[in-house]
């Protein structure tokens, strides 16, 4: 597609669901990065992938939070048993390699209630 | 660690006044590079600009300009007779080059840019 696609835009979960959060990179674009921004700041790192490997996971939370990217394209960020500290602007970014600029999508806003 | 500081949370002017939005960063590496996003009302990240340290050169692209100077760490951004659609939170973020080659960007906490008609 012609940018980041992130899907739902926006999501409510009730405390303790789980939610799936889709990421659709722009098209031949290998690298993948999930972000996470709270209200009134900036985004901070969470994973990146290349291609289908996940080379770096290290900003994630806990162990309620996982990412996966199958075929090297779509990711999916997965947040188990949703707290309500878990709610904020869920941002995935795209580039053509680790060395060059990233673009994000729109973001999915998860309030959970 | 790296770090980025944007000191000014809020700015508002009036149409076409100048505005200058402050970034300092700091970094152990020798090799990285700084950026400016912009963020609408609509929520999206809008990358502007992406800047080699080794490249010292001031850029403009139309009313925005940028200044890096690494003597005091900072990378400030211009806009030049200012619009209402300039108005946004924006971003400077630095890249922190890990061992995997990966740049993962450290962003500051934003500035909100008001401009009234």
């Known amino acids: 597609g012609a940018g980041v696609s992130q899907s739902p835009r926006y999501k409510v979960t009730k405390r303790g669901q789980d939610v799936a959060l889709r990421c659709d990179p722009i098209?031949?674009?290998?690298?993948l990065y999930w972000y996470r921004q709270a209200l009134g700041q900036g985004p901070e790192f969470l994973t990146y992938?290349?291609?289908?490997?996940?080379?770096?996971k290290s900003g994630l939370p806990n162990d309620r939070f996982s990412a996966e990217r199958p075929e090297g394209s779509i990711s999916t960020l997965t947040i188990q048993r949703t707290e309500q500290r878990d709610s904020a602007m869920y941002r995935c970014?795209?580039?053509?390699?680790?060395?060059?600029?990233?673009?994000f999508g729109q973001g999915t806003r998860l309030t959970v209630v | 660690a790296q770090k980025v500081t944007q000191a000014q949370t809020e700015i508002s002017v009036v149409e076409k006044e100048d505005v200058t939005l402050d970034c300092v960063y700091e970094?152990?590496?020798?090799?990285?590079?700084l950026f400016w996003y912009k963020q609408p009302p609509s929520g999206e990240l809008v990358f502007l600009i992406r800047?080699?340290?080794?490249?010292?050169q001031n850029e403009i692209s139309g009313r925005y300009s940028w200044n890096f100077q690494k003597s005091t760490s900072s990378f400030n951004f211009t806009i030049t007779a200012s619009q209402v659609v300039d108005s946004a939170v924006y971003f400077c973020?630095?890249?922190?080059?890990?061992?995997?080659?990966?740049?993962?960007?450290?962003f500051g906490t934003g500035t909100r840019l008001l401009v009234s008609p």
């Open positions: 973020a630095l890249s922190a080059l890990l061992n995997t080659g990966f740049q993962k960007l450290v």
């Open positions: 098209s031949g674009h290998v690298s």
């Open positions: 992938f290349n291609y289908e490997a996940q080379q770096d």
């Open positions: 970014a795209s580039s053509s390699d680790t060395k060059t600029e990233a673009f």
């Open positions: 800047r080699n340290s080794f490249d010292e």
């Open positions: 970094t152990r590496d020798t090799t990285y590079y």
